[in-house]
């Protein structure tokens, strides 16, 4: 009886292996040539799953298999005759080099490779973990891909390669509110406050003031920026839950002189309170004021057009609506504008705005150490908020909202900002009389549900964002436990 050999490392054995070692045995007895542990850490690079005894015991217990032996993980002559081969089968990505008449050639078993059951391992492990529901405000629930997205070979971030992902990164980020012809977008490493305070730092001359728009904690925010840098600034403070009113703000802007910027918030984090862009736009055009927008919480959700708005700065960051992970914030600026800004002595270091742009300009790169793995995941990221479209993902996001706030009302339970004025993002809800918050997070944390608290400190509420990788049955499923936590109280 012929010695047929078969090689395999087999370290996830499945029904690809068994349908080839049915066939080698139709030839002969089948002697399985399995690659040692030392090998497959060498020769590919992991740590096999199971190791040489195991996957040895595995394979002496089908009954296509005579005898086991271990081998190095390419086979050559030497150890045909070592062991007495007349032929050795192989599937069709063979690379051992022997005698062609002693070799026998099958196709591979289609949509099976260990490969592939490890990658569906890895997936179905990313998705359990994303069991969780972030109900905060960002970070976001994000996709298991996205999470995967950041198990990447290491890389140096100055390679070109890096470079290169980086710019499209960029050029991919403006697209979404802006012509990339006219605008570009400067990527930092750091959250969100870091890109704002980038803004404010390096945009105002110093001769010039920043009239910057307060209602909400991230107006607020803006203005300790600028008096932290001894920024000239006039604060317009606004209700935390009406709008604007923009005929005050016009008078504002007329009784002082030397304005050269206006900031706002596109959607007040604080309370879900929506600023109308196009009215500050047309107010800013009027008084040829460059319009800075803090876009934290409303980038890749809200369609944005930074053109016809007359925006000229937005900031925004990786882990809120494009549903990345932490650690990239970004500038969305006309080119125009961070050109002019080679005249102004920037306030910081480290975030610089125009030192930043024209550095990355020349060599598609970040001036200092990027977030290699944030960028790996923004990319996957910014894949799939392409597939799904910005105005779709605002969609999903709307019906959830009006799934929450539905659900809300059935519940007798009231929140901050009228419908009409609503960014339908983020809700700012009252907690009941009784009720104490961080009771009410540990329910819900433990079942999977992460809320947040409030921010108005006149109101006592909590909050519940609707973005991220979640629709309106996870919305559901958090007013069914609302339900249950209000009944027990
Ligand atoms: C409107 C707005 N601006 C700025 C920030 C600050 O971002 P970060 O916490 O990433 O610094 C946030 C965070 O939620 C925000 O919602």
């Not at 599937?91 to 196709?107: A, C, H, M, V, Y």
């Amino acid at each position: 009886m012929k010695r047929v050999l078969v090689d395999m490392s087999a370290t996830i054995i499945h029904h690809g292996h068994i349908r080839l070692l049915k066939k080698a045995s139709k030839y002969g007895e089948v002697i399985v040539a399995l690659t040692t542990d030392e090998e497959i850490r060498a020769k590919k690079g992991y740590e096999p799953e199971l190791n040489y005894e195991q996957r040895k015991e595995i394979l002496e217990s089908i009954k296509y298999v005579k005898e086991v032996v271990p081998t190095s993980w390419l086979i050559d002559e030497d150890i045909l005759k070592k062991y007495n081969i007349d032929l050795l089968v192989h599937g069709d990505d063979n690379s051992n080099q022997i005698n062609e008449k002693k070799l026998l050639i099958f196709p591979r078993t289609k949509g099976v490779s260990s490969s592939l059951i490890r990658q569906k391992v890895m997936l179905a492990y990313a998705k359990k973990k994303s069991q969780n529901i972030l109900l905060n405000p960002g970070p976001a629930t994000t996709t298991a891909n996205v999470k995967l997205a950041q198990v990447v070979d290491d890389i140096c971030p100055r390679e070109k390669e890096f470079g290169d992902l980086m710019e499209w990164v960029s050029t991919e980020l403006t697209k979404i509110v802006a012509n990339p012809k006219e605008y570009t977008t400067v990527l930092f490493g750091g959250s969100g406050t870091a890109v704002v305070e980038s803004i404010i730092t390096s945009v105002v001359p110093h001769d010039k003031k920043i009239l910057i728009v307060n209602n909400g904690a991230y107006g607020k925010r803006m203005c300790q920026i600028a008096d932290r840098f001894d920024i000239n600034f006039i604060e317009f403070q606004s209700s935390p839950i009406e709008p604007i009113n923009i005929q005050k703000l016009e008078e504002t802007i007329q009784k002082n002189q030397n304005i050269s910027h206006l900031a706002v918030i596109h959607n007040e984090t604080t309370t879900g309170l929506l600023n109308n862009l196009d009215d500050l736009g047309n107010l800013a055009k009027k008084y040829n004021l460059e319009l800075i927008v803090d876009a934290m919480s409303s980038y890749a959700a809200i369609p944005i057009d930074m053109n016809k708005q007359n925006i000229t700065y937005l900031a925004a960051s990786s882990n809120k609506n494009i549903q990345g992970m932490a650690g990239v914030g970004f500038v969305i600026a006309k080119k125009s504008s961070l050109e002019n800004l080679k005249d102004i002595k920037p306030r910081s270091f480290y975030l610089s705005l125009y030192e930043q742009y024209t550095n990355f300009i020349k060599t598609h790169q970040m001036r200092f150490t990027p977030p290699v793995q944030t960028m790996y995941a923004l990319k996957q990221a910014i894949i799939e908020a392409k597939k799904e479209g910005i105005e779709n993902r605002y969609k999903r996001y709307s019906s959830s909202w009006e799934t929450l706030t539905n659900g809300l009302k059935e519940l007798k339970l009231k929140y901050l900002v009228d419908d009409e004025y609503h960014s339908k993002i983020i809700t700012s809800i009252f907690i009941p009389d009784g009720v104490d918050f961080n009771d009410m997070h540990d329910f819900f944390y433990n079942r999977g549900f992460t809320i947040y608290p409030g921010k108005v400190a006149e109101f006592n509420t909590f909050r519940v964002a609707n973005i991220g990788e979640i629709d309106y049955r996870d919305i559901e499923a958090f007013l069914e436990m609302l339900r249950e936590y209000l009944s027990e109280g």
